[in-house]
C-alpha cells in the first residue's frame, strides 16, 4: 500500500532558489519529505487517500534558517548573569518556550552560536519539545579577557559553570584542546570571538581577539573530525580579517569590515551574518546595559554603511538575527534589515532559507522547497517579494510545517472557518 500523501494547491511559490516565483504551483508531500513542488500541470495526479489542502492564493516559501540564535537567553542582560538567578530547570523551560516562538516565527532551523547545551538539540529531535532544527556550538571560545570571559571585577565569574560556560584559549595549543572539548560535547559548529563585543565586560568591538594563527589551528583541528565550519564573532576590521585568514567560514555581525576584509572574504568565499535585527536595540534598552547602549549607538551608522559595502562588492551574506541579543520570535525581521542594506528582497529570502542551509551544512536536507527536500515550508499571506516586511510580522506567517508536520496554523484565527474539503482533480 502507499502511504497518503498531501496535495497542497494554489499557491504561489518562492521554492529559495532565487527561481522567478511559481503562480498556481503544487507541493506535494509524502512520508515528511517532498516529492513534487512546481507548475500545477506538472503535479502528479491525486490517489485516492491523498489529503487536499487548498491555500487561498497565499504564498509558500522553504522554512527559514536563522544562522545565528542564542536560545539559552532573553537578553543581553540575563547573558551576563547567565540566568544565574533562575532554577536550572525553569531554564530550560524558558528556553523551550523561545524555541517554540522561533518556529512559530517561520524559523524551522537555527544555528545556535553559544550558551545552550546540547539537550536542547536532543530534545528537539525527541519531539520533548516544540522548535527549531538546532545546530549548536555550546560555548564559545576566546582568549582570556576576551569576549567569551565573563569574570567581573570581583573576580567571580557567572558563566564559570557546566551548563554554559566559555572556553578560554591563549595559544594555539590550548585552542586545539578547546576544539576537542567541544567536538567531545557534541559541537556542530565552534564559534570563536575574532573580537570583543557589547556584552562581554573587559573588552569592545574593535579589541582583536582570538589571533590567525589560533583561528588557523581550530579550523585544523575541526577538519580533522568532518569539517565543522567555524564561526567567527568579528565586528572590529583587523579581527575580521584575523578571522578570514585563519579559515573561519562565516564572519558573524562583520560591523566595521574594511575593504581588505572584503577582498578576503571575497577571495575566500566567506559568509557574513550582518545580525541587523540587533539593531532594532532602542526598543530594549531596559535590557541592555549603559555600555552597551553607548556603544550600540555609535556603532549604527557606520555599521550600516560598511555592510552595505559589503554587499554592494559582492559578499555573500547569510541571514543570522543573533536573538537572544535581538528579540526572539521575531526573526524574519531581518529580511527588512538586509533590504536596507541593498539585498533585494528575493536575495534577503535566499539568505535565509538556500544560503542560511549551505553555511549551516544542512542543505542537502532543508532550505528549498524542491522535490527530496524535508517539508520544511511556511505559509504567509500576501507578497512578500513586493514587502519582505510582511514576513517579520508572525502574525503574517500562518502555517508553518516542519518535516511534512503541521507546527502553526493561525489561518482560520479571525477570518473564515474552513469548509468542506474541496473536491479532487485541479
Ligand atoms: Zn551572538
Partial sequence: MTAARTLYRDLTLVDGTGASPVADAVIVVEGGTIVHAGPREQAPQPRPGDLEVPLGGRTVLPGFVDAHVHIGFESGKELAANNASVPRSLHAFESGDRMRRTLEAGVTSVRDLGGADAGFRAAQERGLV????????????????????????????????????????????????????????GADVVKVCATGGLTSPSDGPTDEGLTQEEIAAIVAETARHGGRPVAAHAQGAAGVRNAVRGGAASIEHGYLVDDEGIDLMLENGTFLVPTLSTFYFEERLHLMSQKA?????ALTEETYRCVSRAVERGVRVAMGTDAGISEHGRNLRELTQLVSVGLSPMAAIVAGTRDAAELVGTDDRVGTVEAGKLADLVVCDGDPLADVSLLGDPDNVKLVLQGGETVKDIRWEGGRRPGPAAPPGF
Fill in 293 to 297: 547602549v553607548d556603544t550600540k549607538r
Fill in 130 to 185: 516544540r522548535g527549531p532544527r538546532m545546530n549548536m556550538a555550546l560555548r564559545l571560545m576566546s582568549h582570556t579577557g576576551g569576549h567569551a570571559d565573563f569574570t567581573l571585577p570581583s573576580g567571580q565569574n557567572p558563566h564559570d559553570c557546566a551548563h554554559t560556560g566559555a572556553e578560554i584559549a591563549d595559544s594555539p595549543q590550548e585552542a586545539v584542546v578547546a576544539t576537542r572539548r567541544l567536538v567531545r560535547d
